[in-house]
């Protein structure tokens, strides 16, 4: 854009105030994404309404978090979504095309573990990154990990997503090369506490090069392998 375009932008306001929200308008500009919607305890009224604004503010492509099934039927209505059920997660416009450095490789121990690794996808792919799934490739049968050896040993950034007792993480980060996020999830019987076992494991992993994210935060652990990814690229410019 020319040099007066350029001011423009710059002197909007950087938020907008509508009363239930201060929508955000220059977080792409501050961090390189822009702001995402957590759909939970939003009415869809709400979310629609955030939706205009960032739209008129030029946001194509939008994403929203933990979204309900009646939620995103509603939204739907005025503003066309692609909904992933499983994830919880919306998406309001067109993906980008894949401008990371690499790969970024989402396993799982389980398939019960799918729908946060599922989070953890979409939001990385919205990010504009090449997103590899490995799911059920957990550490009770351990030659279906080995059986990825490639895709593990090729990515840029791995996220490993595991339940019960969490050794995913730690088995990952033994074998690869670049950074590992870990996301504990709420899968297990009653001495997982809901994840809190699988976060501790996580957090006391003997393994390097591990970081480890909140339970069942896909989005979270999706963004930070999108900042790895792209850091990666800018500094091979």
């Not at 998406?91 to 599922?118: H, N, Y």
């Not at 999830?185 to 809901?194: D, F, I, Q």
């Not at 976060?199 to 652990?221: K, P, Q, T, W, Y």
């Amino acid at each position: 854009m020319s040099v007066e375009d350029a001011l423009l932008k710059i002197k909007v306001e950087p938020f907008e105030d509508i009363g239930y929200a201060k929508v955000d308008l220059h977080r792409k500009m501050r961090q390189g994404a822009a702001e995402v919607i957590y759909g939970a305890g939003k009415t869809p009224e709400q979310i629609i309404g955030i939706l205009d604004v960032m739209k008129k503010s030029g946001q194509d492509t939008i994403l929203i978090t933990r979204l309900s099934e009646e939620s995103a039927a509603a939204v739907g209505h005025v503003h066309p979504m692609d909904y992933h059920r499983d994830a919880g997660v919306g998406i309001v416009g067109t993906p980008p095309e894949p401008d990371g450095l690499g790969k970024i490789v989402v396993a799982t121990g389980g398939t019960s573990d799918i729908p946060v690794a599922e989070e953890a996808a979409l939001t990385a792919k919205i990010l504009g990154n090449e997103v590899v799934r490995l799911y059920d490739v957990g550490v009770a049968g351990l030659h279906r990990t080995l059986a990825h050896l490639d895709d593990i040993m090729g990515a840029s950034v791995i996220i490993a997503i595991a339940g019960m007792e969490g050794a995913l993480a730690s088995v990952i980060g033994g074998l690869a090369d670049c950074p590992v996020i870990a996301v504990p999830t709420s899968v297990g019987y009653g001495a997982s506490l809901h994840g809190l076992s699988a976060l501790l494991s996580m957090l006391n992993s003997c393994a390097s090069g591990i970081s480890v994210v909140n339970i069942d935060n896909g989005f979270g652990a999706g963004y930070l392998a999108s900042m790895i990814n792209h850091m990666a690229a800018k500094e091979k410019l």
